[in-house]
């Protein structure tokens, strides 16, 4: 760690997943390689050619907002919230009493989403072409807009200081991370709650990402068919959820005497500059970002030796980055495990960075790498680096990186490690 920067720890962790909204479970079903991907049964699509995906499970919006606003918010916002909460009592942060050490304009909140509330706006413009223009929602648009989980989030909180979105597609919430982690450094906050939310789970989200060819079509093979690196993919699986974790200064942590989950050591965001859609092929956009967030973190590179990948089951994109990190790390690639935790949560988007580090965390804390699953034929590009496929492997990680790259060309890397005192 650079001596001339704050240092940052992790307190809390909240997720939404296909697997539950427990971490400690969410991580048990990512050891033991069990498949989050089912039949869609959230709307109707017979007609559509995917029907599919990592929908979320067992969550129950009054379980985390009133009655009232539970039923009339979008799953976006019932979604984040839920995620920031359950990483707030983690952290000791969530009682009234708990939050009575803080100082409240030193607390802030930057969840992001890719898409905010899209179902909400599908069901508008529905409501406007059918019924007219005097029967659209006054909520309309404070549930379609994308930093409305973060807000509600820190208006019920009460946290006064920075506070707002960013939506960079699928590394949403690495950017989100990042940001947060600057205001601390920078001095202007405490305590941030960061992350990301996607609730993807409409027929517009699918029609949409369908229509481009993105996503698998084994609808005969679902549980298959999230398969990164391997020669027959054919495009990623749906998910949606939120991640959200508490980042806060050493010294605020330490002063609340509260447990430290992990450290954050850096982080970098860059863009390829090169496609709409697709990342540059050669990977040296992703291998920029890469360094760029080493250097940031101020550590060599043989301290880092787990990689969680962004690893979405794209032609393109995953050998994309298989390339970028045999640039980055060429001679010292031996001992470093890679994985994809998307083949068994699929890709949740605006949330698959804050699913994945909350992933990257619990790794560090279980000293166990989880798999990637359903790779049987890998691609001759993975020669010479280990990627943890079929068991999970026993790990003690010294730093690890979690790397998100969106539609854009937007590139995003993480780096935590155990905190050592």
């Not at 999970?392 to 790397?403: F, Q, T």
Request: proline share 4%.
């Amino acid at each position: 760690m650079k001596k001339d920067k704050r240092r940052i720890v992790i307190t809390g962790m909240g997720v939404v997943s296909c697997f539950g909204h427990d971490v400690e479970k969410f991580y048990d079903q990512l050891l033991a390689g069990v498949s989050g991907v089912r039949p869609i049964d959230h709307f109707p699509c017979e007609d559509l050619p995917v029907r599919f995906g990592a929908p979320v499970q067992h969550f129950n919006a009054e379980d985390f907002l009133d009655k009232k606003q539970a039923r009339r918010v979008d799953s976006c916002i019932s979604y984040g919230v839920a995620a920031g909460k359950l990483a707030l009592q983690m952290a000791q942060l969530f009682t009234q009493e708990e939050r009575s050490c803080l100082d409240k304009s030193r607390a802030g909140v930057i969840i992001g989403s890719g898409m905010g509330g899209m179902q909400t706006f599908v069901e508008g413009v529905e409501t406007l072409k059918d019924k007219g223009w005097r029967r659209v929602t006054p909520f309309f648009v404070p549930y379609i807009l994308t930093n409305m989980p973060g807000a509600i989030l820190s208006i019920e909180m009460g946290f006064q200081g920075p506070n707002y979105s960013i939506s960079t597609a699928c590394a949403t919430a690495n950017y989100s991370m990042i940001a947060a982690a600057n205001h601390i450094r920078q001095g202007h906050a405490d305590v941030m709650v960061c992350g990301g939310v996607e609730a993807s789970m409409n027929r517009m989200c699918y029609a949409g990402f369908a229509a481009i060819k993105a996503i698998s079509h084994r609808n005969e093979d679902y549980q298959r068919a999230s398969r990164p690196w391997d020669i027959t993919r054919d495009g990623f699986v749906i998910g949606e959820g939120a991640g959200v974790i508490v980042l806060e200064s050493l010294e605020h942590a330490l002063a609340r005497g509260v447990p430290i989950i992990g450290e954050y050591m850096g982080g970098y965001v860059a863009s390829d500059g090169y496609h709409m859609t697709e990342p540059l092929p050669c990977g040296t956009g992703v291998a920029y970002c890469m360094e760029k967030a080493i250097d940031d973190a101020g550590i060599k590179k043989d301290d880092i030796n787990y990689i969680n990948a962004h690893a979405t089951s794209t032609p393109v994109g995953d050998l994309c980055e298989i390339r970028a990190i045999k640039k980055v790390f060429s001679s010292s690639i031996a001992g470093k495990m890679v994985n994809g935790t998307k083949s068994m949560i699929g890709h949740a988007l605006g949330a698959a960075a804050g699913l994945e580090i909350v992933a990257t965390l619990m790794a560090i804390k279980r000293k166990k790498v989880h798999p990637t699953i359903n790779v049987s034929q890998p691609e001759s590009e993975l020669e010479g680096i280990d990627i943890v496929l079929g068991k999970a492997k026993d790990l003690d990680i010294r730093v690890a990186m979690s790397n998100s790259f969106g539609f854009g060309g937007h590139n995003s890397s993480v780096l935590v490690a155990p905190y050592n005192g």
